[in-house]
Structures are given as C-alpha cells and as structure tokens.
C-alpha cells in the first residue's frame, strides 16, 4: 500500500504534467527557469551541502556546457543533444583541473580561489579566447534541440524537456546521496578528521564531489544554449553563482527538498512581485541574515542519518 509520500509524490507528478495546459507562456516560461536552477542547485548541493566545499563560481562549469554546445553546434552542427555528454566531460574535467590544487583550501580560502575562477572564465569569454567564443557579443544561431526529429520550440515543450531533466537529478542524486560515496561525503562534511581517519580519502571525495557537480552543471549550460539560442558572457557572471548559492542555503543544505524549494522561493517568487526587482539584493541579503540566525540549517534541512548497529549473533539467537 502506498504511503503518504508516495501520494504528495504522485500528486506533484500530476499538478506538474497539466501545469502548461492551465499556464500562459510567460508563467510555463518561469517554471522552466525555476526547473534549469534547481538542476543547478542540486549540483552545486553535492558540492557545498554533501561535501561542505563552499564554492561561490559555479557559474563557471554552468558557461564552459554552454559554450562547449554553442560552439560544436555553430560550428559542425552536431544537434545540440548529442552534446549534453561531451558538455558534461568539458565542464567536469575543467573541475577537474581546477579543483586538484585548491581542493585542501577549507572555507573562505577555497572560496575566495573560486570566485575567482568565475571571474577567470569570464572574462576570458569576454576577450573572445582562441577566437571561438564570440567575444562580449556572445554566439548567435545555436539550434533548437531536436528528439526524433521533432524539434523542440515553445516554453510548454521546453518545460516537459527541462523538467523531465529534474525529475531523473533528482532520483539519480537521491540515489548517490545513500550510497556509500554520499556516506562519505556526509562524514566528510560533520568532520573531516574523523573521516580521514576513519580510512576516507578526503581528497579524493572531494574531488569526485567537484566533478559530478561541475558535470550536471555543464549539461544545464547545454539545455540554456539551446533554450536560448545565443549565449554570451553576461549570462554567467558572478550573480549567477551568487543566485544558486543562495537556494542552497536557504532551501537547506544537503536537502534535496530544500533546493527544490529554494529554486522556487529565488527564481519563482520575484515573479509575483516585480515591483520589488530592484530591492531583490537587499531582500536576499536580509533573508540570508534571517536565515544564519534564526534557522542554520535552512528552511528545510537535511534530516540527520541514522544507522543501525548490528546486532551481535548470540542477541539475535535469544530473541524468540
């Protein structure tokens, strides 16, 4: 018999598949904006909210999938799709290169190193590096995806695309979450040294965390280019980084829910009030003060792992 999750579950399934049947374009269009940041908050969630890495220039992996598929698509046009996976390799193995001499650095330090990569990226797209990135002007023409020759126009087929992309994070990333590798992270997190010297190689589950994370990021970046059709640097500045951090925390970090509700809290709600746009820093920075103060571990946090201890032989025989 199916609980009561698995209800909510099935009844937010239902809600979301009609939700572009009783939605104008503009509101479908704004789901699909909160769909593309939660994927990219849960990403960044395997890096600050698993692993404990604060990491302020997610961005940057989020610009190198989108510039990898603009950029292949332009130019041989390779349908946008097919890219998702070498978006998902260019971006990680960036993390990859990036992440090996900076990943010992705790707290503001590691921060501090990955704001600056962010603004590397950056500017780097800016100055129009190896004379492939368009420069400030960005990469126009980029084409719409493409699933067994349909080709994928409107914000409501956009939505099922975006939104499918959600539902199969999040269950792959549950997933991770309670396996051994998400045990890891989750001692890495309470208390790196004694994780290390529970046997955990910090380094290298840190590393792997990095990784993952700047991968998902890579293939959003693909899915924003081919939404968009033209991408340029202003798209992925540090605001961006700055957005995805703050669902994290204020969601929950290392919440799944809680990022599902932090995307929709920062990305959905300005929607309904758009004569607060220009106060939006303030309220996010008040709200991030409410949040340290008041309740740390975010609106919804994580709940705390339990585990249950093996019972001994002789125990187990004496039971009746």
């Known amino acids: 018999m199916m609980d009561r999750t698995k209800y909510l579950y099935?009844?937010?399934?239902?809600?979301?598949?009609?939700?572009?049947?009783?939605?104008?374009?503009?509101?479908?269009?704004?789901?699909?904006?909160?769909?593309m940041y939660a994927?990219?908050?849960?990403?960044?969630?395997?890096?600050?909210?698993?692993?404990?890495?604060?990491?302020?220039?997610?961005?940057a992996f989020y610009a190198i999938g989108a510039y990898t598929a603009a950029i292949l698509n332009s130019h041989f046009h390779i349908p946008v799709l097919w890219l998702l996976p070498l978006s998902a390799l260019t971006a990680g193995l960036f993390a990859l290169m990036i992440a090996r001499p900076i990943i010992h650095?705790?707290?503001?330090?590691?921060?501090?190193?990955?704001?600056?990569?962010?603004?590397?990226?950056?500017?780097?797209?800016i100055n129009n590096v190896f004379g492939i990135t368009g420069g400030a002007n960005g990469i126009f023409g980029?084409?719409?995806?493409?699933?067994?020759?349909?080709?994928?126009?409107?914000?409501?087929?956009?939505?099922?695309?975006?939104?499918?992309?959600?539902?199969?994070?999040?269950?792959?990333?549950?997933?991770?979450?309670?396996?051994?590798?998400?045990?890891?992270l989750n001692y890495l997190r309470e208390d790196e040294t004694a994780a290390e010297g529970s046997g955990i190689h910090t380094a290298h589950y840190k590393l792997m965390a990095f990784v993952i994370?700047?991968?998902?990021?890579?293939?959003?970046?693909?899915?924003?280019?081919?939404k968009m059709t033209i991408i340029s640097p202003e798209s992925f500045s540090f605001?961006?980084?700055?957005?995805?951090?703050?669902?994290?925390?204020?969601?929950?970090?290392?919440?799944?829910?809680?990022?599902?509700?932090?995307?929709?809290?920062?990305?959905g709600l300005p929607e309904l009030f758009r004569?607060?746009?220009?106060?939006?820093?303030?309220?996010?920075?008040?709200?991030?003060v409410a949040m340290m103060i008041f309740r740390t571990g975010g609106i919804l946090p994580a709940r705390p792992r339990t585990y249950r201890l093996p019972q001994p032989a002789a125990a187990v025989e004496a039971k009746p």
């Open 10 to 35: 099935l009844a937010g399934t239902v809600v979301l598949a009609a939700a572009p049947a009783v939605l104008n374009t503009y509101w479908v269009d704004v789901l699909n904006n909160v769909g």
């Open 39 to 59: 994927i990219l908050g849960l990403s960044l969630n395997l890096i600050v909210g698993h692993a404990g890495l604060f990491n302020l220039g997610h961005a």
């Open 105 to 125: 650095l705790r707290g503001d330090y590691l921060c501090i190193v990955t704001i600056g990569v962010g603004e590397i990226v950056r500017i780097a797209l």
């Open 142 to 184: 980029i084409d719409r995806p493409q699933i067994f020759g349909w080709v994928i126009r409107r914000p409501q087929e956009f939505y099922y695309l975006i939104w499918l992309f959600l539902m199969v994070t999040v269950f792959l990333f549950q997933r991770l979450e309670n396996s051994r590798f998400g045990r890891a």
């Open 213 to 226: 994370g700047a991968a998902w990021a890579g293939m959003v970046g693909n899915i924003f280019a081919a």
């Open 239 to 267: 605001w961006e980084s700055v957005l995805m951090f703050t669902l994290v925390i204020l969601g929950g970090s290392g919440s799944i829910p809680g990022v599902l509700l932090g995307a929709l809290l920062i990305i």
């Open 275 to 288: 004569g607060f746009a220009n106060a939006r820093m303030a309220i996010f920075g008040v709200a991030m």
